[in-house]
C-alpha cells in the first residue's frame, strides 16, 4: 500500500526551527527523487527542495536557500526538511512527493514530474509571533 506520511509541522516563531519528515511506504524508496512542495492560501504550489536518489545531490528554491535542509535516510524511507530562520512568508502546507519516473538524473522543483498518487496529505506550517 502506498503512503507518503508527512509530519513535524506545527507554529513556529519568526525566527525558529521546524524540522518535517516523510515517511514513505509501497515503493523503493532509495530508487526515487524526493521533493518538498508547499501551497499557501490562493496560491499555486511551489517546489521548495528536492533531493537526487543517486548521488543526494539537492536543490532548493530561491527563497529558502541558506535557510532549508533537505535530507533522506534510505534506510528508514524518510526524506526531511529543516527549516531555520522561517519566516511569516514560509506559511503554507507543506507536502512531500516522488519521483517515480526514473525519466531524469537529477531531482527537480517542477511539480509536474510528480505523478498523481506519489504526494503526501500535507502538514501545516504557520509561523507567527
Known amino acids: 500500500h502506498l503512503q507518503l506520511v508527512e509530519s513535524g509541522g506545527g507554529l513556529a516563531q519568526p525566527g525558529g526551527s521546524l524540522r518535517l519528515s516523510c515517511a514513505v511506504s509501497?515503493?523503493?524508496?532509495?530508487?526515487?527523487?524526493m521533493a518538498w512542495f508547499r501551497q499557501a492560501p490562493g496560491k499555486e504550489r511551489e517546489g521548495v527542495s528536492c533531493?537526487?536518489?543517486?548521488?543526494?545531490?539537492?536543490d532548493y528554491a530561491d527563497a529558502v536557500k541558506g535557510r532549508f535542509t533537505v535530507s533522506r535516510d534510505n534506510a528508514k524511507n524518510t526524506v526531511y526538511l529543516q527549516m531555520n530562520s522561517l519566516k511569516p512568508e514560509d506559511t503554507a502546507v507543506y507536502y512531500c512527493?516522488?519521483?517515480?519516473?526514473?525519466?531524469?538524473?537529477?531531482?527537480?522543483?517542477?511539480?509536474?514530474?510528480?505523478?498523481?498518487?506519489?504526494w503526501g496529505q500535507g502538514t501545516q506550517v504557520t509561523v507567527s509571533s
Open positions: 533531493i537526487t536518489s543517486s548521488d543526494g545531490s539537492t
Open positions: 512527493a516522488a519521483d517515480v519516473t526514473v525519466l531524469r538524473e537529477k531531482c527537480t522543483l517542477h511539480s509536474g514530474n510528480y505523478l498523481l498518487g506519489y
Open positions: 509501497g515503493f523503493t524508496f532509495p530508487y526515487y527523487h
